[in-house]
């Protein structure tokens, strides 16, 4: 579609250049999110994985596509993908959060997913970080257990609430959302697109689902 429609070709092809690399991204990606199922829970790099996975084709693609297709040169293409970086970690740090501590009926997931599959989130680094030997020694024998109950993922949840971790997170988000914001500052975009980048960062940063 974007190849055969009307508009320039340096535009299409600058375009198209975006698109394939947010493919390649992403699917390298999945590819450390699934290795990371083998190696020590302080070994995978949650940012990177984040940047890859999420970031280049929900926000960082997206926004670059378009504001290259409306012509934004090189320097205000380098801030939307500053902002899309910060935009994509913030949304995954949100997702980690939900995909244990969620509201089940809002979101449409299980909150077991997560910690039977003992995926690498920067959030459970966080709990493996602070928590003292006892929890540590918990958190070893119950995350990545395949089949973890509800009994069990509450004690989960309980470290990572007492240890410290999901503050962090939910501090990071915080930060992640003035950050974003002050990304948009920034822009050279008028209304409404500016306040449409405001409802974004809001959503991503507040979401329940």
Sequence with gaps: MLLECGLPAEQRLQAHRLITRAVFEVAAGQLLDMEAGMNRMSDTDAFKVARL???????????????????????????????????GLAFQLSDDLLGVF????????????????GKHTYMM?????LSTAAQRHELEQLV???????VQ???VRKI???CGAK???EHALAEQRQQAERH????????????????????VTRRDR
């Design 53 to 87: 996975k999420t970031a280049s084709y929900s926000f960082v693609s997206p926004m670059r596509c378009g504001a290259t297709l409306a012509g934004a040169d090189d320097h205000e293409l380098a801030k939307l993908e500053a902002l899309g970086n910060v935009l």
């Design 144 to 150: 990545g257990k395949h089949d973890l109950d509800a």
């Design 153 to 155: 993922a509450g004690t």
């Design 167 to 169: 503050a962090k997170i």
């Design 184 to 203: 948009i500052s920034q822009l050279a975009v008028a209304e409404p697109a500016r306040g449409r980048l405001l409802e974004l960062v809001a959503f």
């Design 102 to 117: 969620g509201d089940e009926s809002v979101t449409g997931k299980s909150t077991l997913t997560d910690l039977q599959e």
């Design 125 to 129: 680094q966080l709990a493996f970080d």
């Design 160 to 162: 990572i609430v007492d």
